[in-house]
Structures are given as structure tokens and as C-alpha cells.
């Protein structure tokens, strides 16, 4: 059964999920209060890498939500609302070592049974299709219909759209709830309330506070790099370079095993701008947002031995951000259990890019009594038994 949108709405947080439930709400015509304890994009959605993908990804619900994500993108894009924003091209699985090429063919397997166009690459092939690989690279397999977008532009693109202008370093202290407790009249602030008639948490590790979830929500760090442009270089490659151990790193091919104190998985990644990003790390590090010489001389060196040729350009930027992640490995997307007009979508760590778009438009098909575009029952909020409101 559908519902009218609200009438007003207050969005907890400014990244790339707050911004797409927000542009996706006012298109109703709801009147949105979108804040933010800093600025828009200031935290994990303006230290991504970028990536609108599925080739880590493994048969699941993540996947099934990865694929309606880069699909969304691509409407996106052809409205106009991401031209020129959104770079539609391949990942390319590179496997370097026999170890590397066993679990890149299990993956691969994975991938086409989930529908993925995928295509295997021997080592002519691969040289043909990317003559700058090194000797190292034995095998690849090529994920069609894949994509990149650089956060901070898909946010300014969502609110502007949407002519929202964010609330920026106004902290949301806890939820002002109704007597009863079961709805939500609002949040508190910094600079006192505000009301509406409906809240979504999109605050990314702000989200932990506010939710009672500091057991369940945990900041995972990662650092990146980017060179000087070489426009030669970059348009000779098709695509993103993803190694084999990037599989490992990211626990794709480990289920229900944490990822390492300081995991590396390469990625490649030409940018529009001639330039490369490199990466990068996954580290249960706390808070830390700095780099460290270890990662970023780590990252350099299997970067060049992929791609020999990068050992000729200038690191101009190595950065690094904590993205939120969730213990199960699921995000939170969904009704806050007890509270009939609270919702939370926040714990991407790094798929925020790619799924936040359409996580956006889904929470608002929920809170408009539509069948979401992607199935939220996995990522359910009312698993967490001990999720408690801040108020």
C-alpha cells in the first residue's frame, strides 16, 4: 500500500547517501533540511576511490544491489544529471601469480552466474588489449558495463538538482522523540531542535552515536594515492586495474572472516583527467586520517610492477578517510525498529559510492510504501537487537 511523502524531512548527514535521499525525497515535493556536522562530502565520500562496480563484489545481496547501482548511474547520466560525472569503462582482474589466477577464475565463474558480462583473458590477449601490463600479469578477466564517479562531484550534482543547500557544522546531538517514544518529533542540534516529520541517519560514523551501535559500527581506513597527469598512458588503458589480491584483501573470497588489521589490494584506476589513482588499503585503524609511509611506498611498488611505467610520474596527492563499517558486513538501510518515521542508511565502507545513489532512491520507496528498487530486507536494522535512539 502507497503512501504520501512527508510533508518535511530532516537528513542526518551530507555524503553521497544523504544527498541522493535527499534529491530523491524533494522530487516528491517534501521540503528537506539536509545537515551535516561539517561540510558536504567531508568525510568518506570525499576520500573514495570512485568506483561504480561490481567486479569484487560476490553472489549476493551486495551484488544484486551493486548491479541496480551502476545501472542507476547510467539512467543518471543519460538524464543529464550525471553527464560527464559518471565514466562508463571496464575493470580489468589482473592475476599476477598462480594463486592469484586459481581464485580469479572461481571469481570470475561467480560473477557470470550472477549475470555479470564478464570475459576471460589469456596473456596474448592481455597484452593486446593492455600492452602497458607487465610480463608479471598472466591472465585477466575483463567486467564489462562497469563504471567511475568522484564523490564529491555526484553530491554537488544530487544538490544541486535538488536546490537543497546543506547546513553545514550544525551536530545533531540525538533524536527529539514524541511522547510514547514511538515517533520521532525531530533531532536536537547544536543550535537546538528542529522538527519534522521525518528523520533519516545517513551520518556515516556519526551514525554509531546516535544509534547506540558503537559495537556494531566500526571506521575502517583507507589510504590512496594520485599521480601527476600522463595523458599517453591513461588513454592506452581501457579501463580500471584491479589485482588478484584485492579479492583477498577485500575478504570476497573468505566469507564470514575479517579482513586483516591492514589489508592491500591494488586498483588502478585512469582517471578523465589524465591522471591515476592508486590504491589502496583496509585498516581497522580507528579514526586515523593520515597516511603512513608503509602504505603509500606499499601501494607505489605494486603499482609499478603491474604497470612499469607509472615509475615515471610525480605523486602529487596521497589522502586517506575512514569509511563506516558494519561487523556482518551488511549496511544498516531500513525503518528504525520501535519508531514509526525514523529511518538509517549508513555502513557502506567502501561501496558508498556506487550503491549510494540507489540506496537513496530505495529508502525513499520504502518510506513512500513502494517496493524498494533494491531488496533491504538483508540489511535490515532490526538485526542489531541492540540498536538504541540517542535522544
Known amino acids: 500500500m502507497q503512501s504520501r511523502p512527508p510533508s518535511s524531512a530532516i537528513i542526518v548527514g551530507s555524503g553521497i547517501v544523504g544527498a541522493a535521499t535527499a534529491y530523491f525525497l ?46 542507476l548511474y547510467g539512467e543518471l547520466a543519460d538524464d543529464g544529471i550525471f553527464a560527464g560525472a559518471f565514466k562508463r569503462r571496464s575493470t580489468f582482474i589482473i ?10 577464475e572461481a571469481h570470475s565463474k561467480a560473477l557470470a552466474s550472477a549475470g555479470v558480462v564478464v570475459e576471460t583473458l589469456s596473456a596474448s590477449g592481455l597484452r593486446s588489449a593492455l600492452p602497458a601490463l607487465s610480463p608479471a600479469a598472466t591472465m585477466a578477466v575483463e567486467v564489462h558495463g562497469e563504471g567511475h564517479a568522484i564523490g564529491y562531484q555526484i553530491v554537488h550534482r544530487l544538490l544541486t538538482a535538488s536546490g537543497i543547500v546543506v547546513e553545514r557544522n550544525l551536530r545533531v546531538d540525538g533524536l527529539v522523540l514524541e511522547a510514547g517514544g514511538s515517533r ?22 556519526g551514525s554509531a552515536r546516535l ?33 588478484g589480491r584485492y579479492l583477498l584483501s577485500k575478504g570476497s573470497q573468505n566469507t564470514g572472516h575479517a579482513p586483516p588489521a591492514r589489508g592491500l589490494g591494488l586498483v588502478i584506476d585512469p582517471l578523465v583527467t589524465g591522471q591515476f589513482l592508486l590504491g589502496g588499503t583496509r ?23 603491474l604497470i612499469p611505467q607509472l615509475a615515471n610520474l610525480r605523486l602529487l596527492r596521497s589522502f586517506a578517510g575512514t569509511r563506516t563499517a558494519v561487523t ?39 518510506i513512500c510504501g513502494e517496493t524498494p528498487d533494491i531488496d533491504l530486507s538483508f540489511f535490515d536494522p532490526a538485526r542489531f537487537a541492540n540498536l538504541e535512539l540517542s535522544a
Open 95 to 104: 592475476a599476477s601469480s598462480d594463486e592469484e589466477g586459481s581464485v580469479l
Open 211 to 243: 544509534l547506540g551501535l558503537s559495537d556494531v559500527l566500526t571506521p575502517r581506513k583507507g589510504q590512496l594515492l594520485v599521480t601527476e597527469r600522463a595523458p599517453a598512458l591513461n588513454s592506452a588503458m581501457r579501463g580500471a586495474i584491479m589485482s
Open 283 to 305: 585498516e581497522d585503524h580507528g579514526d586515523r586520517e593520515t597516511n603512513d609511509i608503509d602504505a603509500v611506498a606499499r601501494i607505489l611498488r605494486e603499482a609499478v610492477a
Open 26 to 71: 524533494a522530487k516528491r515535493g517534501t521540503a528537506v533540511r539536509l545537515v551535516d556536522a561539517a561540510a558536504p562530502a567531508a568525510e568518506a565520500t570525499g576520500a573514495a576511490d570512485g568506483a561504480v562496480s561490481v567486479a569484487s563484489k560476490k553472489p549476493g545481496p551486495m551484488m544484486a544491489a551493486a548491479l541496480k547501482g551502476v545501472r
Open 184 to 205: 520521532v518529533a525531530g533531532v536536537a542540534t547544536s543550535e537546538g531542535s528542529i522538527s519534522a516529520d521525518l528523520v533519516v541517519i545517513a551520518a556515516g560514523n
Open 328 to 366: 556482518d558486513g551488511l549496511p544498516l538501510v531500513g525503518k528504525i525498529p520501535g519508531v514509526a518515521n525514523a529511518y538509517v542508511a549508513t555502513g557502506f565502507e567502501g561501496d558508498g559510492i556506487c550503491l549510494g545513489p540507489v540506496t537513496g532512491k530505495s529508502i525513499v520507496q520504502l
